[in-house]
Structures are given as C-alpha cells and as structure tokens.
C-alpha cells in the first residue's frame, strides 16, 4: 500500500512539472503537440514514460523515468530499449536508448514504423536488473494532424 501512495505522489508531481499548457494552446499561431504518458510496473521496477503521438516515419524521443522496486532507487545504469512487433505480425523494430542522462532518467530516440497497430514493451538492461515492460497495443499514426486529434482526446 505504502508503495502505491509513494508511487503516486511520485507521478503527480512528475506529471505536475513536465506537462502544464499555459492557456488554449489553440489561440495561439501554433498548437503545442500533446504529451502521451504510461505508467508501468513489475516485479522488478516501475516505468513512468512520457512521449510526443506517435506519427510513422519521425524520430522522436521518450522520457524514460526508471526506478528499482526493491530499494525504491533510481536506476542510475543500464539502457533502455523500446520494441514494437506489428500486431498484423512481422519483425519487431527496436528504438534504442542511452545511458542515464541522471539518476532514474533515460532517453529513448529513435525512427517510429510504418502506420498500424503494435504491442509494444520497454526493455531494461542494467547491471543487476534485467526486466520488460508490456506496454499493451498501441497505434502508429499515418500523419501528425491525425495522431495529435487522437492524443487530445486522451484524459
């Protein structure tokens, strides 16, 4: 119980702090592109990712919050990895990721594939702490306009 409540202070005041939009963003020459998130947790670690929608053919970046379950540290090591495997099968493509940028926090870039849907999974490689995160079935738009029209209407 005391994990979950320190786990979600955790994510508010992350999502506090990284995701404000200052007015209708819509008034405005240009519209601000939404940020997507996904929590995640194993047995091993809990994953707070943020990214831009997700249009095929651009390279874009996720923010990858990494911390180990069993002394509630940040992952201060390692990689991270992200794999994607067409839902209609064929080959998983995988977006690499750094080192560290600081303690808990990783960078992920990489091309997005080909429109459709996709189970996708972070992976962690660290010294010690080898774990996947299923991440469920998510959707590779064909256009920017399409893929943001979809994120705004996310909660």
């Known amino acids: 119980m005391m994990r979950h409540l320190l786990s979600a202070i955790l994510i508010g005041t992350l999502a506090a702090a990284g995701c404000t939009r200052g007015g209708d963003a819509r008034a405005g020459a240009a ?8 929590t995640s ?9 943020e ?6 053919g651009e390279t874009i970046r996720f923010a990858v919050h990494l911390t180990k379950l069993a002394d509630f540290s940040a992952l201060n090591a390692g990689r991270s990895s992200i794999e994607m495997t067409p839902e209609s099968g064929g080959s998983p493509v995988t977006l690499a990721g750094s ?3 600081r303690p808990g926090a990783f960078r992920v870039e990489g091309k997005i594939p080909p429109a459709g849907r996709y189970r996708w999974a972070l992976l962690v490689d660290a010294p010690g702490l080898s774990d996947r995160h299923d991440l469920g079935v998510t959707t590779v738009f064909g256009d920017k ?3 943001i029209a979809d994120a705004e209407k996310r909660p």
């Open 41 to 49: 947790w194993t047995d091993k670690s809990e994953l707070f990712m």
């Open 31 to 38: 519209a601000e592109t939404p940020t997507l998130d996904v």
């Open 51 to 56: 990214y831009p929608p997700l249009v095929a």
């Open 99 to 101: 080192d560290p940028l």
């Open 145 to 147: 306009a399409t893929a």
